[in-house]
């Protein structure tokens, strides 16, 4: 009978245990380059004579670090933000609003303000060295739809 009641809660510590597991959301952290050759990118994003693209992603939990690095021949522009993918907006650099949701084995990324809309679903591609971001883009200088992807940049 004891025997039976350890068994019971052993199996339900394991599901318990895997259900915590499954839950949590990818780990994105990483370095990330762009692949021009497996992106498809409208025109329109590519316009201003963008030569590459680094994400660089530290991710801890549901606390989320982003510094992008748009390439432009040997010019380097930078961003940076946080978030938390609790779903909940917050300013995001003074002029957005914004908020990250955790769907599944994706993140939904969305900033808006007045005449402008970026929404980015996040997700590993193939496997997870290939980073694809899905964006829709409503605004100036022209409504869009991109799909990013990117190759983690492996440590040598």
Known sequence: MMID?????????CLVFQVQ???QPPDFTG???LNFEKSNLDKTDNQNGLTGQ?????QSDNKFGLKIYHLY??????IGFS??????T??????FKGKLEQKGNSLQVTMWRK???????????INQNEFVADEVFIGNPKDHHSIWVFDREIAK
């Open 31 to 33: 370095t990330w380059v």
């Open 5 to 13: 009641k350890l068994k019971y809660i052993l199996l339900l510590f």
């Open 54 to 58: 680094i994400f660089v992603i530290k």
């Open 73 to 78: 021949g040997d010019k380097k522009k930078k």
């Open 21 to 23: 597991i499954f839950a």
């Open 90 to 95: 917050r300013r995001l650099k003074i002029i």
């Open 83 to 88: 978030m938390l993918a609790d779903g909940k």
């Open 115 to 125: 005449n402008y809309l970026n929404s980015v679903n996040d997700k590993f591609g």
